[in-house]
């Protein structure tokens, strides 16, 4: 039987339900779209600042393309705005099968991390609330290299601090940047489809693809075993 990698879980999205960002959305934008966009957008600059050699907390990021978004349609963001979508972002519920499937791959034998562009405030305060924060060993953050993924010195980082080999780590997201980020410093990694993320027929391709986390768990106990 093979060792069993260590598994590292990004949070926003891959974990917790971004979803619970669309009233608020809805309501600033009337328009269904706009939520999807201001994510890529925060994604897409967190990634151009890292590239121009500029650290800014995702948060940070996250506010400024709101109000960015918001400006292309002649829009004004509140404060009682800015607010609701803080308290959203800090308390998004995890999706339906995440609990138990963490629990089930920790019953199996994995060790499990996360790794998130968040900070470490902020990501504890989600998973805290999310009722998962328990499941994991430890919690890394990109402002320890101050670099956001796809940054190779952010899994670099996190292999250095668990002392492990990075073919043994396997990154768990449901967003293709991430996992060829992974792929590109020796990591395994696993795609979920959550609604919105399709795989990427160029580049690294991810080990394992499911539908959502229990399909993923599925595929890892089998191939190692309880």
Known sequence: MPERP?????????????????????RIFDDPGAMRLWFANLVTYSE???LSGAYVPFADIGGAVLRMLAATRDITISDADGAELTERFGSMPPHPEVPAALR???????RLFTLTNNTLEVSER?????????????RFSV??????????????GVAAALEADPGGICMIACHVW???????????????LREG??????????????????????????????
């Open 178 to 192: 991430d996992t060829i980020g992974a792929a590109a410093a020796g990591w395994q990694s696993a795609l979920i």
């Open 104 to 110: 089930r791959l920790r019953d199996h034998g994995f």
């Open 197 to 226: 993320n399709a795989p990427l027929d160029v580049g690294p391709q991810p080990d394992y693809i499911g539908q959502d986390l229990d399909a993923v768990a599925d595929r890892l106990v089998e191939r190692y075993g309880g």
């Open 6 to 26: 260590i598994l590292v879980f990004d949070v926003n999205e891959t974990l917790l339900d971004l979803e619970a960002l669309r009233p608020a959305f809805d």
């Open 48 to 50: 151009a600042l890292t």
């Open 126 to 138: 989600q998973l805290e609330r999310a009722g998962v924060i328990d499941l994991f060993e430890r």
């Open 143 to 156: 402002e320890t290299v101050r670099r956001h993924k796809p940054a190779p010195e952010v899994y670099q």
